[in-house]
Structures are given as structure tokens and as C-alpha cells.
């Protein structure tokens, strides 16, 4: 079945709802599919084809490009790679060390070589450059791939001149925005309802006190937001640091408190979870004091970073976001984090821009 007749059909049983921007995606999407579909001529005097332009999406959040990239890569009958951008890349960088190690002069060679070697397509999603050394290495590293034949499909919240926007010695990225412009179609999807708004709008976010019945809640939106797809762990690297988002899926992940609270993160640690994450959903917040302050005072932190960057809070509770911090040092303070949690669960808060 091709993407549109899968498309098609899934418009056709209910499951989605017609959608001109989705199905403008569709038909770039099938332009890519079709031309990994041609067979690779072999032999002596075989002509190397031509390299296939791959496609950079990009757009707001909840407007179904995951979703899409997902029916892309399950109608490809080539190898392929769907990995979130982020991961990717520690992933590239994991192996250079290794290859350093074995006393390589160009570490990235061989790594890109093996991508090749493995995959004809890599599908990432939320591509976006925020580390110096992926700044450094990510325009050479396509170029690899290019030439190597690999198609580079991908999406993101931001138009390839905002990539690395504001950062260290950005006019040495510059050359490789104009070289992706280049290889790949830049294709924006402007239109189009905020699918993730539309199933957040009117529901609960914040689940309390701690029992059966909100933990059965939780897991409903969990589900709903990343439609039952297999999920797998995110690990960011922050100043040295592997800050680990248990679950993750579709710009969705999933932890518990103990697992951001409980362990000696700081702000840093925070913001990066806020710049790759549009919504996060946290389990069991316990309530809180002098018995457990440092823990408190993370969360306070992680609190203020998804408010700032607009992510979406979904949370499992012990007690109302007034009555969580009741006594202690710092009880006076939380106030206003009681102010932002309560904020959060607003539809007005939800659906603002958060571009």
C-alpha cells in the first residue's frame, strides 16, 4: 500500500479527519517514497544516479508531521532509520570517540561510513541545533551521507535559518543551511488544526490524589498522545551529563518525579529537557516539605523551565498543586509555582502560541 492509499484509508475508517495541509505533506512524502521505490542500476558501466532531494518539514506543533513521518517509514520498502534528531546525533558522537580511540584521523569518515552502509533513508524528527559540537560536525556529516546515497527526511519547529539561532560562532553554521537548502526540499505546513491541542482541550492535565483511578487517566492520555506506538528511552547530553527521559515518543515523554527530582539535576539539565520536549508527563509528585526539600526544589526548577518554553505538563499527583507544599522552608515560595502548575492547566494556557 502506498502512503496515500494508506492515508486515504485511514481518512476513509474515521481514524483521521481530512486535512488539506496533511495531505499537501502526504504527496511531498510520496515524492521521496517513490524515488527510493526506483531500482539501483548495477554493473560496470552503470551511471550513479542522481542523489534523491530528501525533506525538511517544518511547522507548528500538533499538526501531525510525526504522525505522517510515521506512515512514511512503515510504506518504505527500503531500509531506514527513524530516530528522534537528538538521539542521532549523540549517537554519531558516541562512535567518533570510539573511533578516535582506535587511532583514526577522521573519526567522522568511518562513522558516516557505517550509516551508509546500513540505511538508504534516515527519518528523524525535531531537528534542531543547540550544541556547538553537533554545529561543528552536522554540515560535513550530511554531506557524507549525501553523497553516500542516503535521503535525509526530517521534521522541525523551525525554518532552516532559525537552526542554531543566537549561537557560538553561528556564521561557521551558516554554510550548512544554505548546503540543506540545497539537498533536500524545504517544505512548511502552515495550515491545518493542532491535533495535540484538540485532545488536551477540556481534558484534565493534573490528576490527583495518587490512586488507581488517576494513574488509569494518565496512561489514557499517554496512549492517546503518542497513539499507542512503541516508545523508547531519550538520553540528553547536558555538560557532560546523560539526563535520561525514561520514555519518549512524538515530542512526548513520560517519567516519573523521582526520575527528575529525585537525582541532583539542575537548571541546565532542566531547559534542555523544556527545548526537546512539547509535552511532558510526570508521575506520582509526592507532597512536599523539609522531609524532602531538594527534591522539592527541582521540581520548582523543572516547573519554571516548562513554563517558560510553553511545554505541556500532564501530571500524576499526591494533592491538589495548593496543597502540595504546606510546611518548611520554602512553603512561601512555592506559591507561585502552585500559581504557574494551576496556570498550566488552563485551555487559554495550552493553546498559546508556543512557536
Known amino acids: 500500500m502506498t502512503l496515500t492509499e494508506l492515508y486515504q484509508s485511514r481518512v476513509t475508517q474515521g481514524d483521521l479527519t481530512a486535512d488539506p495541509a496533511q495531505s499537501a505533506l502526504v504527496a511531498q512524502l510520496s515524492r521521496v517514497a517513490d524515488d527510493l521505490a526506483k531500482p539501483l542500476k548495477t554493473g560496470w ?3 550513479k544516479p542522481d542523489p534523491i532531494k530528501g525533506l ?3 511547522g507548528g506543533v500538533g499538526r501531525g508531521k510525526s504522525m505522517l513521518m510515521d506512515m512514511f517509514v512503515d510504506c518504505l520498502d527500503v531500509s531506514v532509520r527513524r530516530v528522534h534528531f537528538h538521539a542521532f546525533m549523540q549517537d554519531i558522537h558516541a562512535q567518533m570517540h570510539t573511533a578516535r580511540q582506535g ?9 558516516a561510513d557505517a550509516v551508509i552502509a546500513d540505511v538508504r533513508c534516515l527519518a528523524f524528527d525535531e531537528m ?3 550544541d556547538i559540537t553537533d554545529a561543528m560536525i552536522v554540515g560535513r556529516l550530511f554531506t557524507l551521507l549525501h553523497e553516500g546515497g ?15 539561532k543566537d549561537g557560538l560562532n553561528r556564521a561557521l553554521f551558516l554554510p550548512f543551511i544554505e548546503q540543506l537548502k540545497q539537498q533536500m526540499v524545504v517544505w512548511e505546513m502552515t495550515e491545518g488544526a493542532d491535533y495535540r491541542q484538540n485532545r488536551l482541550a477540556g481534558s484534565d492535565s493534573y490528576f490527583t490524589p495518587l490512586n488507581s ?11 492517546d498522545l503518542t497513539e499507542a506506538s512503541q516508545t523508547a528511552p531519550l538520553v540528553l547530553k547536558v555538560q557532560g551529563r546523560d539526563v535520561v527521559l525514561p520514555q519518549f515518543h512524538n515530542s512526548v515523554a513520560r517519567a516519573e518525579f523521582g526520575d527528575l527530582c529525585g537525582k541532583p539535576l539542575g537548571p541546565a ?21 523539609r522531609h524532602n526539600f531538594n527534591e522539592a526544589k527541582r521540581f520548582v526548577t523543572l516547573v519554571d523551565a516548562l513554563y517558560e ?26 506559591e507561585r509555582t502552585a500559581s504557574r502548575l494551576r496556570e498550566m492547566q488552563s485551555d487559554d494556557w495550552r493553546s498559546a502560541d508556543q512557536a
Open 128 to 130: 534542531q541545533i543547540t
Open 309 to 334: 518554553a510553553r511545554v505541556q505538563l500532564i501530571a500524576t499527583a499526591a494533592a491538589k498543586p495548593e496543597m502540595l507544599y504546606l510546611e518548611g522552608e520554602g512553603s512561601f515560595e512555592f
Open 103 to 111: 587511532g583514526v584521523d577522521d573519526a567522522l569518515k568511518p562513522v
Open 269 to 289: 539539565d532542566y531547559l534542555a529537557i523544556a527545548q526537546t520536549c512539547k509535552v511532558l508527563m510526570l508521575e506520582n509528585i509526592p507532597t512536599l516539605g
Open 45 to 47: 558501466f552503470a551511471k
Open 150 to 164: 542516503v535521503v535525509v527526511v526530517t521534521t522541525s519547529n523551525r525554518v532552516p535559518d532559525d537552526l542554531y
Open 56 to 58: 525538511y518539514v517544518w
Open 213 to 223: 483511578a488517576s494513574a488509569e487517566a494518565f496512561r489514557a492520555v499517554w496512549s
